[in-house]
C-alpha cells in the first residue's frame, strides 16, 4: 500500500490555501514526494519530528517560512491538522496545542 497525504478538514485546507503561491508549490512537492517514496524515507530538511505524534512539514517560500504539522495514522496515512506562517524561530506552544486538540480527532478515526 502506498502512503498518503490528507488534510483534516476545511480549515486546514483555508489554512493552506491563505499560504503564498510558492509555499502551496513547495508543500505540494513535499506532500508527492512522500506519496512517492514512503514517509520512513524523507528527512530533514523536508519533515522534522516536533514533538510526541507531531511532525512538521518544513515549507520555505520568498516571503519567509511556514509549517504544516501532521500526525500519521494507520494505513500509512499523513494528516496535515495544521497549516501557518512561521514567524518566530521556535513553533509557538499555541500552535502546538492547536495541532494537538486537532490531531485527537485523527486519533478517535485510528480507534
Known amino acids: 500500500m502506498k502512503w498518503s497525504v490528507e488534510t483534516l478538514n476545511v480549515l486546514v485546507d483555508e489554512e ?6 510558492d509555499m502551496r508549490a513547495r508543500f505540494i512537492r513535499i506532500t508527492q514526494l512522500i506519496e512517492s517514496v ?6 530533514e530538511p523536508h519533515v ?3 514533538e510526541d505524534d507531531l511532525w512538521e ?13 501532521y500526525v500519521t495514522a494507520h ?4 494528516v496535515v491538522v495544521r497549516i501557518f506562517v512561521k514567524k518566530t524561530q521556535k513553533t509557538p ?13 485523527v486519533k478517535d478515526d485510528k480507534d
Open 16 to 21: 493552506l490555501n491563505a499560504l503564498p503561491v
Open 75 to 78: 494505513e500509512k496515512r499523513v
Open 93 to 105: 506552544r499555541k500552535e502546538l496545542r492547536l495541532a494537538k486538540q486537532r490531531a485527537k480527532e
Open 57 to 69: 512539514i518544513r515549507i520555505k517560500g520568498k516571503g519567509g517560512i511556514s509549517r504544516a504539522i
Open 38 to 43: 514512503g514517509l520512513p524515507n524523507v528527512y
Open 48 to 50: 522534522k519530528h516536533l
